[in-house]
């Protein structure tokens, strides 16, 4: 029966709060439901509660109060499964928010994670000492422990010698009754066999059923000699004795159906940094697949299938490599190899050994491998962007489902062949079959018109793969999990002798069929789930296949939305709209406001992680415009024609606030934002800076170089240096610059009216399209004239400001077209051409390093990181580092949005003891100073520092800061 999606009355409610020490993380507002009900898979359903456990005994507690009411119970963290194992119309338990523990032990032998980390957050810490986890899923950016752990995750490497199961090491089980098993104690048998008698003893007996049933031994055999996701992983009773052990190993791959993994340890492998990788082109699937005995047997860490259609897929790419473009596909079929090692040195052996046998392959073109990072990305980003090219192709409206299916090695041409029928035969044509050649896994996209809440097409073509797949001897599922998608087809791959096992299993763990029923184990007659219809919102945001990529780098994704929430939420109220729910309309459309536009930072990082390069801020950007009223837009809009004035003001505002006592403004600003819109009025306090400095007038471009001058540039200072004072006792970023280029020997030149421009970020953040016209338009012709017509390069002294003038040019070119006129950033110029120019830094001792979400949007956080690591012994980027959620003028507007998105880092930073802290945007360097209460300042503060000449003997030199 289905489970409604209304909230229960208020005594179910108060016993689910109950179970939480804070009532209050427990949600049934609509809008925290709907943006829950979208994960990665094409399942739609809406739970009727939203739980945020801290840890293990709040979960027993949930488990009992949900058991209680039958209400169902499921897990949720990194939202990546694509099977519908993380959905629920019942209790829905985020486990993202907290278990993020990272725990390295014995060196970055082990580690100790909880189920909230994320694969790439684990990986970060490890790297520190040579290592990384084994498995290594594409999804790992967002991807979470907790789904790893329960889909028994593997990737393009790790195959089955270093998936999940077998490289682990112990966990931590909470089971429906409340029970909590440690693997790890010494004595873990004998207290499960103490606190659990029933399910110790039939945990031993179905060990004894398996093992004495031969037909069992050999399909478990058969099936588990290759990456195999379906169903429970009933090799744990042939391969463990200890009825612990077994149920440790049932956890693995068993989608959160057994009960909560609150801690794993898993053993790690060695990081191989140094890789070779060459893209072997073939004139058909049988020479591809023909030829990988022989490339397995020299020993790569992948091998990469891409059939004719990937192969023109990737070549619609611009970013594609030559050795792709070149091809004439037609019946091709490619082979992606790369070779991998702890040293450039043992990788180039590791290449040279394997070029005979590669060269004799029969390839349609030459066996190279190439060590160069450029080639290597492009043929990665060919081969990974496969599903981020046909999703986006996708017509509006319908839904891109990526499968995966194994079969053994032999098999894999005529499975490759049938399946590329069988998209012909359904009328499934933009289809492309890829995958992990060496295990013999393959994965498959088609798009799906799923408007009518299920497809007869897809049923069908469903039912002729698993025929296919299963003939060929192969598991449907390798890597993504049963789910509820293939739930059904469980016991037609097992046999019903090893499904009733399976069946056992889960009536032992979890008697009362709590945990995500349908998942796994499929429940006869129970109604098909419904399915999401993606409807046309926002043409920002259309194209989201809602993967969950962005979510991790998102400053307010543990304060209120992420852009995939954003978007979902968006197309719930579209729902909702055309279903005529008004009152249900009413109540997301008021909670949006502040949930999702307000407390974005529009800092564009989701654009980074998303395969499609979605930029939800893009669609947050324009609603707050929508919003906005005529005063408010016609002041921004006379903002924009007195800018100069307007920074001067607000330096003047906070020099004066700087010298009252502190009191009087902190009271003065909560009193305006309590009779206003807080999202206007900014709130003071005494971590800000007074004001800055007016910013240098117009210094004459020379039709000529003058001879002393090794370079020259335009300079553009930010404004933001008018409005905030520097952190003391530097002289700020813009007088720091100058200090260095002129020992460095590069003149500066200033634009005209160069304390009236502006980057355009302030406006286009709000949304206020006529200010940022003018705005543009003045700052393109401005630069256009100082630069002489693009001859000069342009150089601003904040990050966040060069990618805004960056954007501004690319919206408003100036007369030579786009492109014609350059913008650098001061950490690009400083790396590339103030370093060797300048006279050794005085090196301080250990530097904390904040790279910023402009840095990297920017492409210069290597060039940040080799400034820092000249001017300082040590330098250390927290491992939480992200973006600070200060943009701009958010950490003033709603500084709970910066103390949620630093709060992690700064934990991080406040265990370190160190001489500088330093960042490349002062917006940026006041939110780490607001989390952290150490200063930070722009690392060319450091650098004019660390390179500012000594007092000589005569009087020679100075070593005071400039002004």
Known sequence: ?????????????????????????????????????????????????????????????????????????????????????????????????????????????????????????????????????????????????????????????????????????SLVLVLPSGTVVDSSAPDADARLRADEPELHEGLARLRERVRTTPGSVRTIERLYAMKNTMGYGVNSFLDHTAPVDILAHLAVGSEGTLGFVASVVLRTVPLEPHAMTGLLVFDDLAGATGALPDIVATGPATVELLDAAALRVGQRDPGADASLRRIDVREHAALLVEYQA??????????????????????????????????????????????????????????????????????????????IGLFAEHGYHDSVVFGHAKDGNLHFMLTEDLSAGHSARL?????????????????????????????GYVERQYGPELYAVMREVKALCDPAGVLAPGVLIAR???????????????????????????????????????????????????RLRRAGEEATLREVEADFAYDAVDTCAVDGLCATACPLHINTGDLMKRLRGEAAGPVLRHGWAA?????????????????????????????????????????????????????????????????ARPEAARSEVVLFTSCTGTMFGAAPPGPGAGAALRAVCERAGVRLVAPESGSGLCCGTPWRSKGMGEGARAMEERT???LWEATRGGELDVVCDAASCSEGLRTTLARTPP??????????????????????????????GRLVLHPTCSTTRLGVDEHLRRVAEAVAEEVVVPAAAGCCGFAGDRGLLHPELTASATRAEAAEVEGLTADAYVSANRTCELGMTRATGRDYRHVVELLEQTTRPRPGPHGGGTDQPPR
Request: hydrophobic content about 40%; charged content about 25%.
């Open 1 to 169: 029966m289905s489970v409604p999606t209304t909230p229960r009355p208020d005594g179910d409610r108060d016993r689910l709060a109950a179970a939480l020490a804070d009532p209050a993380r427990l949600s049934r507002r609509a809008l925290d439901r709907l943006k829950m009900a979208h994960d990665a898979s094409h399942y739609a359903m809406t739970p009727q509660a939203v739980a945020t456990p801290v840890d293990a005994v709040e979960v027993g507690r949930l488990f009992a109060a949900a058991a209680a009411q039958g209400l169902p119970l499921t897990f949720r963290s990194g939202g990546t499964s694509l099977s519908g194992q993380a959905s629920t119309t019942g209790l829905l338990v985020d486990t993202r928010r907290h278990f993020r523990d990272i725990e390295v032990l014995e060196d970055g032998a082990r580690v100790r994670v909880g189920p909230g980390a994320t694969v790439r957050a684990v990986n970060t810490r490890l790297a520190r000492y040579g290592r990384k986890l084994g498995p290594d899923p594409a999804s790992e950016v967002a991807c979470t422990l907790g789904g790893v752990v329960a889909n028994n995750s593997s990737g393009m490497a790790c195959g089955i010698a270093a998936n999940t199961y077998t490289t682990l090491d």
């Open 342 to 419: 702890g040293t450039a040195e043992a990788v180039a052996r590791r290449a040279e050994q394997a070029r005979p046998a590669l060269e004799g392959l029969g390839a349609s073109g030459p066996a190279e491998l190439t060590a160069d990072p450029g080639a290597r990305a492009r043929l990665w980003h060919t081969r990974k962007g496969l599903y981020a090219t046909v999703a986006g192709a996708r017509p509006r409206g319908t839904t891109a489902l990526l499968e995966d299916v194994v079969v053994p090695v032999p098999e894999l041409l005529p499975t490759c062949e049938r399946l």
């Open 459 to 487: 049923d069908a073509f469903t039912e002729d793969m698993v025929s296919l797949v299963l003939h060929h001897g192969g598991s449907l599922k390798a890597e993504h999990g049963t789910g509820r998608m293939m739930a």
């Open 524 to 574: 006869p007659g129970a109604p098909e789930p419904a399915v999401k219809v993606p409807l046309a919102v926002d043409d920002e945001v259309d194209d989201c296949v809602e993967c969950g990529y962005c979510e991790p780098v998102c400053p307010s994704r543990d304060l209120t939305t992420t852009p995939r929430q954003r978007i979902a939420l968006r197309r719930e109220m579209a």
């Open 639 to 703: 903002a924009a024609r007195h800018w100069g004035a307007a920074t001067r003001a607000a330096s003047t505002a906070l020099t004066t606030a700087d010298a009252l006592p502190p009191a009087l403004p902190a009271a003065a600003t909560r009193l305006l934002r309590r009779l206003a819109d807080p999202d206007v009025v900014p709130e003071w306090s005494r971590d800000l800076p007074p004001g800055g400095h007016r910013r240098a007038g117009r210094t004459p471009a020379p039709t």
């Open 780 to 782: 393109s012709a401005a």
């Open 815 to 844: 007369p030579g077209g786009a492109g014609s006129v350059r913008v650098r950033d001061a950490v690009e110029l400083a790396a590339t051409d103030l370093l060797g120019a300048l006279p050794p830094p005085r090196r301080v």
